[in-house]
């Protein structure tokens, strides 16, 4: 099912690694009606364009609630809450893998503000790992958007993601995210770098 | 540094894998002072000998506090308490990753039950992963006691983890252990099995 003799990727060349805890992206409606104004910046992230938000948000599942959450921003056209499997459970939200934005069918929850609350009808989803890369760092590695690869992480834990997104994309900075279990797993610190070690063959 | 070409490991077979969820290993001195008598058998689990209790055990570190833990008997010659790296974020415990029983040098932790509350000088560890495995099953597998090995783990988000110590022993059931964050990451449900894929070279 993967190549790792015949292509030629660069497995020598690593990859930052970030981990992507839980956070919830609003639509510009949701937003205003939780905190009744657009979103405020309060720190840059490492994907260009994207931000922390001042607001901090509470998810309420049917079995649990988390409080404290981060708001990303900018606002999307649909909201979107990534959690994590322990999160889910705390939750009792029975949430799939999926990556950013694919949304359709997923479960809803409910988001509170000090001051309001709004219910999603879909959104919940744990993000499936991915790596943004701009197209110079895809031609690089030899990859191109849309492949699916195995990435080696170094670690206490040393391990080998499969099923790994490439996502190529000139408007995106070289970061491959994983969520907090994954990050877990690997013993994750912020000198974690990836290599990609095979690229899954197209059927 | 792994010899996935040469090697004569039996890489078709499965191995069972389990996850091992937060819990205690009590010594008798300590189940007395806890409970005021030995341990009760509720439950036994998939290796032999090893038992679930009736008995439950608070965990309190610095920062914070775990309930409602389990307690696994026979007693053993020193307590150890086994979590995972987001259960030492709770606790507030810098928590090092290592083999079960090899707990010199590690933390303490406060233990607590309705009764009375024990503080253990050392003993808290992230358990590292590892297969039980009966020689005959070693013998199939091709692979020898403290052997070191990567193990592919099917899933929807299948992996490969290595540095998995293999234990030799006809005490034991074939079983991988796994912890929770690791379970996550897979995937992980009943019917997850491993394949051992490469072996560690000795140096």
Redesign the interface.
């Known amino acids: 099912m993967y190549d790792s003799t015949t292509s030629t990727i660069n497995n020598v060349d690593t990859i930052p690694v970030e981990i992507s805890a839980r956070h919830v992206h609003l639509s510009e409606q949701d937003a205003m009606a939780l905190y009744g104004a657009p979103l405020t910046k309060v720190r840059e992230l490492s994907q260009p364009g994207q931000f922390l938000c001042k607001e901090r948000i509470r998810l309420i599942g049917p079995k649990g609630v988390i409080d404290n959450v981060a708001v990303l921003g900018p606002s999307r056209s649909s909201s979107q809450v990534e959690i994590?499997?322990?999160d889910a459970r705390i939750l009792g939200i029975k949430t799939p893998?999926r990556q950013s934005g694919d949304i359709e069918g997923t479960p809803g929850i409910i988001l509170a503000s000090q001051n309001n609350i709004v219910g999603l009808e879909e959104g919940v989803i744990i993000a499936?790992?991915h790596i943004h890369m701009p197209s110079k760092d895809a031609q690089r590695f030899g990859v191109v958007d849309k492949d699916v690869v195995?990435v080696h992480l170094q670690g206490?834990?040393?391990?080998?993601?499969?099923?790994v997104l490439v996502r190529v994309n000139d408007d995106f900075a070289l970061s491959m995210h994983i969520d907090?279990?994954?990050g877990?797993?690997v013993?994750w610190n912020k000198d974690t770098t990836g290599r990609i070690v095979a690229r899954k063959q197209a059927f």
Chains 1, 2 share one sequence.
Do not use: M, Q, T, W
């Not at 206490?156 to 099923?163: K, T």
């Open positions: 994590s499997k322990a893998l499936a790992r195995s206490e834990r040393a391990l080998v993601l499969e099923e907090i279990d994954e877990n797993s013993c």
